[in-house]
């Protein structure tokens, strides 16, 4: 990782994607030849699904609270995502912008000027070739990188940070390969410094309101969780200069399930995964990839010159998976089809159940909670759902409202952002830690290596290494903005 690696970029889509695909060569099989073969496909899951034994002189981050900070000096890298960590960093009166950093100079300074606005000080400024963010994680005055780039730089920037004396702050997904989130882990470990995943989706008002429900008992015993990502970006996956430059590769390299952890986040906390229960495996399977292939004949993006390109990520992957305590999730990835963006967000138990899109809510017993309703077999009146919303808003979004209303993604963002330096600035464990950002990103490779066999089973590896069993779920649903 030093500066002068200027093959960084090829070595990256190596070590990601082509190396990922490489190591799915010849699994996808016929249903009669995946039954066959299963064997085979159990073998190459077991190196997947192994967990690595706890290397000597490393402790576990399950509880990990550095020491607390006046203020939380920020950096971060990738200006196009990263604007918006910017912005709320500048709401933020405990944080610093120390340094921003992208490889466009036009963006780090655009990011420069409004902290200069905002604040009277412009931060240090990184731009013009790939490798710049080196010099500025390298700097001692500061203590936490957000990482707002293209998933094949998540984990060496992930790396570099906390080998530095650095928390790392990472967008999503953490990783997109088991190994990867096993490196992750590692350091983190070996650092004690924090890798937390950005998952907004974490912080919304109704994922928080689902949480405080479950937390509160009001579902009762939970059993079942069901969420997704589905959301058109066709249009975004042709954008020139975006997301478009490398997001769509990983259509015409891996079909499974590439963006799991906004749907999977918010249930996992909810259902308390990886803190007294834990994956233990899944299945998933692949409709046939057809939308994003027949939008780019249509529509003939940028002149046509992705003509040539072949799509095999199906339209709609669903992962189904099971907890060592026998409880169901259903994970859904679509991105390319015409319908309304959904993330489901739903949570049943048997006290009740919650859907989203749009939200709804059904208990057990709802006179136990004096409304109207007078039945389990229909969703709450406007008016009940109001009465539940006015008792179980989630205490972060009852403090921060008025301050997230003009935040990204109707204000989840600038909560999320506040919790997270928040607990920087006490020096208390985040509600998420390296665990988590493993557990949820590893369902990339393994959703794909489990559609590539057939839809054959795949062992989730348990990156606590056991400790889920005896730890209590983090008191997120007691967190209360100070």
């Not at 290397?55 to 607390?68: I, M, R, S």
């Not at 890298?77 to 921003?100: N, Q, S, T, Y």
């Not at 200069?241 to 906390?269: I, K």
């Not at 950002?437 to 057939?454: D, N, P, Q, R």
Request: glycine share 8%; charged share 20%; aromatic share 8%.
């Amino acid at each position: 990782m030093t500066p002068s690696h200027s093959s960084r970029r090829d070595f990256l889509k190596t070590s990601t994607l082509a190396g990922l695909s490489a190591s799915l060569a010849g699994l996808a099989l016929s249903g009669t030849q995946a039954a066959a073969q299963s064997a085979a496909a159990s073998k190459n899951t077991g190196n997947l699904s192994e967990v690595l034994p706890r290397p000597a002189g490393q402790k576990p981050v399950h509880n990990l609270a550095a020491a607390p900070l006046a203020r939380v000096r920020v950096g971060v890298i990738g200006l196009h995502r990263g604007m918006g960590h910017v912005k709320d960093a500048l709401g933020i009166e405990f944080a610093d912008v120390v340094a921003v950093c992208d490889i466009v100079d036009e963006r780090a300074q655009r990011a420069a000027a409004l902290c200069e606005k905002m604040r009277g000080k412009r931060p240090a400024v990184y731009s013009g070739n790939e490798n710049v963010w080196e010099q500025m994680v390298a700097r001692a005055d500061l203590d936490v990188i957000y990482i707002a780039t293209p998933w094949d730089w998540h984990v060496p920037m992930c790396l570099r940070a906390m080998e530095l004396g650095k928390h790392a702050f990472v967008e999503v997904a953490a990783a997109v390969t088991v190994d990867d989130c096993w490196r992750l882990v590692n350091t983190s470990e070996r650092t004690q410094r924090h890798c937390v995943m950005l998952e907004n989706c974490c912080y919304g008002e109704n994922e928080l309101l689902v949480l405080n429900l479950a937390r509160a008992g009001v579902l009762g015993e939970l059993t079942h969780a069901e969420c997704a990502y589905i959301h058109d970006l066709r249009t975004v996956l042709f954008e020139l200069q975006s997301e478009g430059d490398w997001r769509r590769n990983y259509h015409w390299q891996l079909d499974g399930n590439l963006y799991p952890t906004h749907g999977l986040g918010p249930v996992a906390q909810s259902l308390g995964l990886g803190r007294g229960d834990q994956f233990k495996y899944l299945v998933s399977m692949s409709s046939p990839e057809r939308n994003l292939t027949q939008y780019r004949d249509r529509v003939k993006p940028n002149g046509g010159r992705h003509a040539a390109e072949k799509y095999v990520c199906g339209d709609m992957n669903t992962t189904l998976v099971k907890s060592e305590r026998g409880r169901t999730i259903m994970i859904q990835h679509d991105v390319v089809s015409p319908r309304p963006y959904s993330r489901i967000n739903a949570v049943t138990g048997t006290g009740g159940t919650f859907f989203d899109y749009p939200a709804r809510l059904a208990l057990n017993d709802p006179q136990q909670y004096g409304l109207e309703a007078k039945t389990s077999h229909a969703w709450l009146n406007a008016k009940d759902l109001a009465a539940m919303r006015r008792q179980f808003t989630h205490p972060l979004w009852s403090k921060l409202t008025e301050r997230a209303k003009d935040g990204g993604h109707d204000g989840m963002d600038y909560v999320m952002n506040w919790r997270h330096l928040d607990c920087l600035r006490q020096g208390i464990t985040p509600d998420s830690v390296v665990y988590d950002a493993a557990a949820w990103s590893s369902l990339i490779e393994l959703s794909v290596h489990s559609v590539a066999t057939g839809s054959m089973p795949v062992v989730i590896p348990d990156f606590t290494r056991g400790l889920w069993s005896d730890l209590k779920p983090l008191g997120i649903a007691e967190a209360v903005a100070v």
